[in-house]
């Protein structure tokens, strides 16, 4: 079940960003955030406007996305949403991101969004299948940009015209 999230979702949303953190490469965060920042992220999100959306499977939250402004208080770019989206570890590679993804999508009109746009490390071999399922096109790159264990990598902009 795909619902929106609340306040007592915060500790599993956390824990999945995390295990990214620790796996590298599938996000620009370095560091693990903690409850505090979770939480004035939480608080900061305007969700009636950019929603975060949590999946859950037997009652335990294995994944989330967010809909975020690109580029806030720069009006031109209203009617964009970057679309984040992160799995439990041990739920990966099961449909469940394309689940999330499709949910994203489908929702993003409701909230007067016309076009969605995600941004990732180049080399994510798996989200970057993932967007390209759902017809997201690349974009464009900002070559060799993100340095991470003192090696750099591409960021990578994918959009979708809904």
């Not at 079940?1 to 796996?23: G, H, K, P, S, Y």
């Not at 590679?93 to 180049?122: D, E, V």
């Not at 017809?135 to 940009?145: A, C, L, S, V």
Request: aromatic share 14%; proline share 3%; glycine share 4%.
């Amino acid at each position: 079940m795909i619902r929106l999230a609340n306040l007592a979702d915060l500790d599993a949303i956390n824990t999945i960003f995390n295990q990214a953190v620790e796996a590298k490469h599938q996000t620009a965060a370095l560091t693990p955030i903690t409850d505090k920042q979770r939480l004035k992220w939480f608080q900061e999100h305007e969700t009636d406007r950019y929603p975060i959306f949590i999946l859950e499977v037997d009652n335990k939250v294995i994944g989330w996305y967010s809909l975020s402004p690109y580029r806030k208080g720069r009006e031109a770019f209203d009617h964009l949403a970057e679309v984040t989206y992160y799995l439990h570890k041990d739920f990966q590679r099961k449909g469940y991101g394309t689940k999330l993804l499709n949910h994203a999508i489908n929702t993003a009109p409701k909230y007067s969004f016309t076009m969605l746009i995600a941004i990732l490390y180049g080399h994510n071999t798996a989200s970057v299948r993932l967007l390209e399922k759902f017809n997201f096109e690349r974009w464009g790159d900002f070559p060799k940009i993100a340095l991470v264990d003192g090696k750099y990598y591409d960021h990578t902009f994918y959009g979708l015209k809904l």
